[in-house]
């Protein structure tokens, strides 16, 4: 977005962070998913968060600044790797875990002693936190355990008239949720994968970083079924192979499809849908094409597996969950 369109919008964007100050809930564009957005100094704005979620309240919030400037009002025992990392990937769909410094609202870390940190990549996101001045804790914009939204309307479907404000400012670039890199052990874990990859990362640490591992901390994207579609979701290999043998499959509604291949005559009564053939575009339109599948009441939606290659790890991260199968 460019200057003179964050001028236009100059007086939205102080009308926003009004709202933030008095306790208010605010939905908003981040380059990654819709954040829905409170101080994240003030308790009551926070538990607004949990009762429009329906989160449980130990699953801790991210908290998204302006700047890495603002890093040690919210964090302590900052790692010095930490700050080529936010030089690197700052403004940026990464997620950094650290110590919580001393006053940290237990609503935001869900009691633990830990603090998420990011600084967003999108210019209307970065404009609101800086004219609001502090931290926003910000979940992705959906109720607890459904896909996040990657555009204003999935906002509106999520939570209505629930939030006070909903900044529209279309699509998501990424489309998936930020990597959370956790800095707080003996070696930096990714507890979710996402667009900045495990070998980007190990650019700046060394080596590539494992992910999760044992003792992870707490974070709700990691359960095993969080992401669900309403529409049953199957990772499959060969779609059209299943559709083939179908006495497996229920025959009064139609059968949706998310594949990288289309063929010249899908087979009857299915629904397919042609995805991109790179993760940055696949990753971009997932979540929208789930939703869109939904409203369609398809019995099912196969998924075909897109490839195990570099870039993908995110999707299939997304795509397992999605399925209810832990994966690992
Ligand atoms: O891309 C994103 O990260 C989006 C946008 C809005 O910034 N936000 C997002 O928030 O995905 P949410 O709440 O839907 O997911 C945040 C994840 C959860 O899995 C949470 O458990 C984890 O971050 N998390 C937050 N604080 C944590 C902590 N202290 N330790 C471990 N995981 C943490
Ligand atoms: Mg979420």
Redesign the pocket.
């Known amino acids: 977005m460019s200057q003179p369109a964050l001028t236009r919008r100059s007086a939205e964007i102080t009308a926003a962070a009004a709202v933030w100050r008095r306790g208010g809930l605010v939905a908003f564009p981040?380059e990654?998913?819709?954040?829905?957005g409170a101080d994240a100094t003030n308790e009551q704005a926070l538990a607004r968060i949990f009762a429009a979620k329906g989160?449980p309240a130990d699953?801790?919030?991210?908290v998204?600044l302006a700047s890495s400037a603002e890093l040690p009002r919210w964090a302590r025992d900052i790692p010095p790797v930490a700050w080529p990392l936010a030089a690197r990937f700052w403004p940026g769909?990464l997620?950094l875990?650290f110590r919580?410094a001393p006053g940290v609202s237990d609503l935001?870390?869900?009691g633990?002693d830990?603090?998420?940190l990011?600084v967003?990549g999108h210019p209307l996101a970065l404009a609101l936190l800086s004219a609001f001045g502090g931290g926003i804790a910000?979940?992705?914009?959906?109720r607890f355990g459904r896909v996040?939204p990657t555009l204003a309307a999935h906002v509106v479907a999520e939570f209505g008239t629930v939030v006070d404000c909903i900044i529209d400012d279309g699509p998501c670039a990424?489309g998936?949720?930020?990597t959370?890199l956790?800095l707080t052990g003996p070696l930096p874990r990714v507890?979710?994968p996402?667009a900045v990859s495990r070998s980007a990362l190990g650019e700046i640490l060394g080596t590539a970083p494992e992910i999760g591992g044992a003792g992870?901390?707490?974070?709700?994207?990691?359960l095993a079924s969080?992401y669900v579609p309403d529409t049953p979701l199957r990772l499959v290999t060969d779609a059209a192979a299943e559709l083939a043998g179908r006495s497996a499959l229920p025959e009064d509604k139609p059968v949706a499809v998310l594949a990288l291949r289309t063929p010249l005559a899908p087979p009857p009564n299915c629904r397919w849908v042609g995805m991109p053939n790179d993760p940055e575009h696949y990753g971009q339109q997932l979540y929208a094409r789930l939703r869109e599948i939904d409203s369609w009441d398809c019995a099912l939606v196969l998924v075909e597996r897109p490839p195990t290659a570099d870039g993908w790890e995110a999707v299939h991260d997304r795509l397992t969950r999605a399925s209810g199968s832990p994966g690992r």
């Open positions: 981040t990654t998913v819709y954040g829905l989160r699953h801790p919030l991210i998204h769909p997620t875990i919580r935001v870390t869900g633990q830990t603090v998420a990011r967003p910000a979940p992705s914009a959906n996040s990424v998936l949720e930020s959370i956790d507890l979710r996402g992870a901390p707490r974070a709700p994207g990691r969080h």
